[in-house]
């Protein structure tokens, strides 16, 4: 069953602590990316990739890193440096090259506590 | 200005209604359009997906782009409480690099 599987669906973190949210796909997709998504504010671009072993900063990177070491896993770490952070992530993937469809995973919701 | 404007809503229909989506863009590189469908809670799934201008129809959802206008529709036909969701449309102007630019979303509720 193809799809692209984000876990946790729910995360916790004190403030000062650094968390790693999971993204893993069997679509056999070149692309791969995070999005943040705040209520009213539409869906907001933090990293994406292209390939294996490369990754870009979207509009919104400050705060958050990422790594791309398979094709299958893009996983997103929320540093303390990220001032608000609680949000709802959205990892989504598409083939790449001239096929821009992109499908998203069930997301994680991230609350500071 | 946003590249990507989207008229949140709400947006209340009774049953059976036609249901007409709508966003503007001002970025007239944009060539591929997308309908994303997101319940609470959960992430988007896409409905539909074109390429430069013209319609596009899947069962009761029609999509119909104008790029003269700068504006992209959504029709939704036969409206069901099952279609109570956020409708976000997003759009890229490129193959190479896909960044999906999109609006904030129009939440539509279809009550009986």
């Known amino acids: 069953d193809g799809g692209i599987t984000q876990s946790p669906k729910y995360l916790f973190r004190k403030e000062g602590q650094n968390v790693t949210l999971s993204c893993e796909q069997n679509l056999n997709h070149d692309a791969m990316y995070w999005y943040r998504q705040d209520p009213g504010q539409g869906l907001r671009l933090i990293y994406y990739?292209?390939?294996?072993?490369?990754?870009q900063k979207g509009d919104i990177a400050e705060g958050y890193s990422v790594s791309r070491e398979k094709k299958e896993s893009f996983p997103l770490t929320v540093t303390s440096a990220q001032k608000n952070p609680t949000a709802f992530y959205l990892c989504a993937s598409s083939p790449g090259g001239m096929n821009t469809e992109a499908f998203f995973g069930q997301g994680t919701r991230l609350t500071v506590v | 200005q946003k590249e990507v404007e989207q008229d949140p809503g709400p947006l209340s229909v009774p049953e059976g209604a036609i249901v007409s989506l709508n966003c503007t863009y001002s970025?007239?590189?944009?060539?591929?359009f997308m309908w994303y469908r997101q319940y609470s809670r959960k992430g988007p799934e896409l409905l539909m997906y074109t390429y430069s201008s013209g319609n596009k129809e899947d069962g009761r959802f029609t999509a119909q782009v104008d790029k003269s206008s700068k504006y992209i529709s959504l029709f939704i036909r036969d409206s069901q409480p099952s279609d109570s969701a956020t409708y976000l449309c997003a759009m890229t102007n490129s193959g190479g690099y896909n960044k999906l630019i999109f609006g904030a979303g129009t939440r539509l509720a279809v009550h009986p």
């Open positions: 970025n007239s590189a944009f060539q591929y």
């Open positions: 990739s292209q390939i294996v072993n490369d990754f």
